[in-house]
């Protein structure tokens, strides 16, 4: 039998990986219930937020609580996780060699640099003008405010504790960058720009889980995920907006 505190760590930290890197609420506490299942814990029990996570192995016994104070979207790491899961739940890991995979698994670094993503969120800025029936005239323009736009949010989101701060700032960015270019005849529709360079910072994912988790029954989670989100389409829209008006 395995030991009731390593066991309660181990269920824990896999919530609070998942938790801050993307995954669904739902999927978060289905996990960990599954793991205590795995050890012959048929009855403990997990309350999942999108700021903490409480934790108990049984109705009697004392909850534990973690914090979750970051999040980022970051599927690879929560597919590494789900990988230990299933080794957990078929027998082929102990609780010792799963919390040391899992504390590797929440300390490695991304497997995309920052040059690879400020690529890949300039070349998708372009596209996604494409998409939305811009012109080839308008790629070049897209992909220089986009990215311009994606370096700024990295760098400011580290200067202000409030993320909403940096998202209006890169939004301000992008819609200067659009408009100073157009002015001087580099694009055709301003417009179309505009929309494609937001596009990496809207907050897609967070959407689609706080719709998910209300579908699921978990409102607060689902509520605070979409206040989330709501706050992050205000920000970049209030940062266009003002551009806009200034042009």
């Known amino acids: 039998?395995?030991?009731?505190?390593?066991?309660?760590?181990?269920?824990l930290l896999m919530g609070k990986i998942m938790q801050q890197n993307g995954a669904e609420t739902y999927r978060v506490e289905d996990t960990m219930t599954r793991i205590a299942q795995s050890f012959g814990r048929d009855e403990a029990q997990s309350y999942v937020t999108p700021t903490g996570i409480m934790f108990t192995i049984s109705p009697g016994a004392p909850a534990k609580l973690v914090r979750v104070s970051a999040r980022e979207t970051n599927l690879e790491k929560v597919k590494l996780a789900n990988n230990v899961s299933r080794k957990i739940t078929n027998g082929d890991m102990s609780t010792h060699v799963a919390y040391?995979?899992?504390?590797?698994?929440?300390?490695?670094?991304?497997?995309?640099?920052i040059l690879m993503q400020i690529i890949a969120a300039t070349l998708a800025s372009g596209f996604f003008t494409l998409m939305f029936q811009g012109s080839w005239y308008d790629?070049?323009?897209?992909?220089?405010?986009?990215?311009l736009g994606f370096i700024a949010l990295m760098n400011f989101i580290r200067?202000?504790?409030i993320k909403f701060v940096a998202e209006f700032v890169a939004s301000l960015l992008i819609g200067f960058t659009a408009f100073s270019l157009f002015s001087l005849g580099i694009g055709k529709e301003v417009d179309k720009v505009v929309v494609?360079?937001?596009?990496?910072?809207?907050?897609?994912?967070?959407?689609?889980n706080a719709v998910r988790d209300l579908m699921a029954g978990h409102l607060i989670s689902?509520?605070?995920k979409g206040a989330e989100a709501f706050l992050t389409a205000f920000a970049i829209g209030a940062g266009i907006a003002v551009m806009f008006a200034l042009f």
């Open 222 to 224: 689902g509520l605070a």
């Open 159 to 161: 200067l202000f504790e």
């Open 1 to 11: 039998m395995e030991r009731t505190e390593d066991l309660i760590e181990l269920c």
């Open 139 to 147: 790629f070049l323009p897209a992909c220089i405010a986009g990215g």
């Open 100 to 113: 040391k995979e899992l504390r590797k698994i929440e300390t490695s670094p991304t497997d995309y640099t």
């Open 196 to 208: 494609g360079s937001i596009m990496p910072l809207v907050p897609g994912l967070l959407i689609t």
